[in-house]
């Protein structure tokens, strides 16, 4: 899955779980940190996490964003991590350049730091911080097809080393999470669907999954975790994905992760 210096470079969907992820441990947690090496290093990496919502596409523009910690409640060794790493306002003004030139429009926001649905999942996969890196927002009330439409707008940029991350969740449902990470039987039925359907390509049943798929809304009540995977596929020349991992946390969190060449 490494890319090589002519292939350009996958983009990568991750579930990033509970904040305490990188203080707990586990298969997902060694499966992050296992996922940088094997990817190999990007010249930059644009991050489409779950935790920043805009009512239009924004990106962030800020030269050394700054770590936020946007949750409350969890061990106080967490509030002191810091993923210092550089940002890059001048792959920010090109992001809103394709994005404007596709008719979707984008924002600078040149104060706007990395969320936990960044920062955790880079601080695992390339711990030095020293790769450069943005994030682009979601709009939760326009849908898959829209983040789909974002993707494929910005697809050129993996023909010049850049990673596009998109980070949520393959599940997300927290009034339904359990006390173990054996998941009951709806969300199963859904991981299995999602892994089926991202192998084998079928990007119009993912557009419709809450429709098309076993357990789709009870999966997703609120698919703002989900939408970051369809800017990913929408990124991809071959919408048939590679399963990296799957796997649940705290009951019925989707741990999945997919990559498209």
């Known amino acids: 899955m490494k890319a090589s210096p002519a292939a350009p470079f996958p983009s990568v969907f991750v579930s ?12 997902a947690c060694d499966f992050l940190s296992a996922l940088g090496p094997k990817l190999g290093r990007p010249k930059a990496v644009l991050c ?3 935790h920043w919502e805009t ?13 936020i910690h946007d949750f ?12 210092p790493a550089p940002g890059s306002p001048g792959l920010a003004q090109r992001v ?3 994005l404007d030139k596709a008719g979707l429009g984008c924002a600078i926001d040149p104060q706007r730091g990395l969320d936990h649905g960044a920062w955790v999942p880079m601080k695992l996969m390339y711990p030095q911080a020293e790769i ?9 009330r326009q849908g898959p097809a829209h983040h789909l439409k974002l993707g494929q707008a910005l697809a050129s940029l993996r023909d010049e080393g850049v990673l596009i991350l998109a980070s949520g969740s393959a599940i997300h449902n927290l009034r339904e999470l359990g006390r173990n990470d054996r998941p009951e039987p709806w969300a199963a ?14 990007s119009d049943a993912l557009v419709r999954y809450s429709d098309a798929s076993p357990q789709g809304v009870r ?15 929408g990124a991809a020349a071959n919408p048939k994905g590679t399963a990296l991992f799957s796997g649940f946390s705290h009951g019925n969190l989707g741990m999945h992760s997919y990559a498209w060449a």
């Open 48 to 50: 489409v996490s779950a």
């Open 16 to 27: 990033h779980g509970a904040p305490s992820l990188i203080l707990e441990g586990g298969a």
């Open 55 to 67: 009512d239009a596409p924004a990106v962030s523009g800020a030269a050394r964003p700054e770590t």
């Open 72 to 83: 409350y409640g969890f061990p106080a060794p967490l509030y002191d991590m810091r993923y």
């Open 132 to 140: 450069p890196v943005l994030q682009l927002s979601i709009q939760q």
């Open 189 to 202: 039925e859904f991981g299995a669907w999602l892994d089926r359907t991202v192998t084998s390509g079928d």
């Open 219 to 233: 999966a997703h009540p609120r698919d703002e975790h989900f939408l970051p995977l369809f800017v990913a596929l």
């Open 96 to 98: 809103k350049a394709m």
